[in-house]
Every structure is written in structure tokens, then in C-alpha cells.
């Protein structure tokens, strides 16, 4: 069972990136799936989710209208698309699978976590 995150890198305030997150047809393929992020000296935040079938997308406030969260299941992938990039977006972005196949924001509805990818965005 594993989530293998990866995408992350170094960019300037307002540029792009977007995260890939693979995993195996058993955990990923029937359980929403979401991303959250750790900055330094921080808790583990919500960043955006994915119900199973990619029909119902929630979002953080803070990251609404930037972020887009999509996935492939043929695949078994999902990924962020982070567009206008803060500052205030650095850290370490982990992909969850979910108990559920319904999209939740509660970091406890998550069973398997990738090993997170790191992003730093320059102001």
C-alpha cells in the first residue's frame, strides 16, 4: 500500500506547478483523495479533495480559485494544479487516500499518506 507523491520543486512567486500523486489500484482506485500541506512550524493543513469518481471537488479557502485537484483513476493518479503561487504556499504537500469515497477535509478520514513532496515558492 503506497501513495508516491512528486512534483514539488523551486518556483518564483506567481508561477506554476503541478503535483502528481501514483498509487496502487487497491488503495487509490474506489477512495476520494486529497492533498494537504505542512508548512515549517505548522500543523498539517487541507489544501483540496476529490471524491472517487472526480465528481465533487472541495477546496481551502486560502488556495480557492488557484488550485485544481483532478484524477485519473484508469491511472490511479491524482493531481494538483497550482497556478498564481504565493509565498505563503511553501511546504510539504502530502497526497491521503481516503477511508471513504466521498471527499472530506478531516485529516483523520485519511488511511494511507504518500511521503510528501516539497515546495518552495520564492517571493
Known amino acids: 500500500v503506497q501513495l508516491q507523491a512528486s512534483g514539488g520543486g523551486l518556483v518564483q512567486a506567481g508561477g506554476s506547478l503541478r503535483l502528481s500523486c501514483t498509487g496502487s489500484?487497491?488503495?487509490?482506485?474506489?477512495?476520494?483523495m486529497g492533498w494537504f500541506r505542512q508548512a515549517p512550524g505548522k500543523e498539517r493543513e487541507f489544501v483540496a479533495a476529490?471524491?472517487?469518481?472526480?465528481?465533487?471537488?472541495i477546496y481551502a479557502d486560502s488556495v480557492k480559485g488557484r488550485f485544481t485537484i483532478s484524477r485519473d483513476n484508469a491511472q490511479n493518479t491524482v493531481y494538483l494544479q497550482m497556478n498564481s503561487l504565493e509565498p505563503e504556499d511553501t511546504g510539504i504537500y502530502y497526497c491521503?487516500?481516503?477511508?471513504?469515497?466521498?471527499?472530506?477535509?478531516?485529516?483523520?478520514?485519511?488511511?494511507?499518506w504518500g511521503q510528501g513532496t516539497l515546495v518552495t515558492v520564492s517571493s
Open positions: 476529490s471524491s472517487w469518481r472526480g465528481g465533487e471537488t
Open positions: 489500484r487497491r488503495t487509490s482506485s474506489n477512495n476520494a
Open positions: 491521503a487516500a481516503a477511508l471513504g469515497a466521498i471527499s472530506t477535509r478531516d485529516v483523520r478520514n485519511y488511511r494511507y
